[in-house]
């Protein structure tokens, strides 16, 4: 009913940019917050930064001042701008939004499949 599919990663050199796309589809009848998470090959999946519907925003102390979280609330959309990337960015980055598919359905809590970030020269 509901799917997080996200996009725009691949391999960059140190010190580049990158952009992830995550749009929301399906049963919405309520999105609350969003977020990014991240594992990297080993190690449990951490939190990179969310961005509540107000547009408050939380990151993880590793990427901030380097990676900015948005959204566009009028195309489901949450967005993660990458930059001053470094070789330890590099990991799987997944989506993650709590969804209210209908007033009379619990919140849930929603992942994407994940997109790949590759930081290496």
């Known amino acids: 009913q509901v799917q997080l599919v996200e996009s725009g990663g691949g391999l960059v050199q140190p010190g580049g940019s990158l952009r992830l796309s995550c749009a929301a589809s399906?049963?919405?009848?309520?999105?609350?917050?969003m977020g990014w998470y991240r594992q990297a090959p080993g190690k449990q999946r951490e939190l990179a930064a969310t961005?509540?519907?107000?547009?408050?925003?939380n990151y993880a102390d590793s990427v901030k001042g380097r990676f900015t979280i948005s959204r566009d609330n009028a195309k489901n959309t949450v967005y993660l701008q990458m930059n001053s990337l470094k070789p330890e960015d590099t990991a799987v980055y997944f989506c993650?939004?709590?969804?209210?598919?209908?007033?009379?359905?619990?919140?849930?809590?929603?992942w994407g499949q994940g997109t790949q970030v590759t930081v290496s020269s």
């Open positions: 399906g049963r919405l009848w309520a999105i609350y917050n």
């Open positions: 961005i509540t519907s107000g547009g408050d925003t």
């Open positions: 993650n939004a709590y969804i209210k598919v209908s007033w009379r359905i619990e919140t849930a809590n929603y």
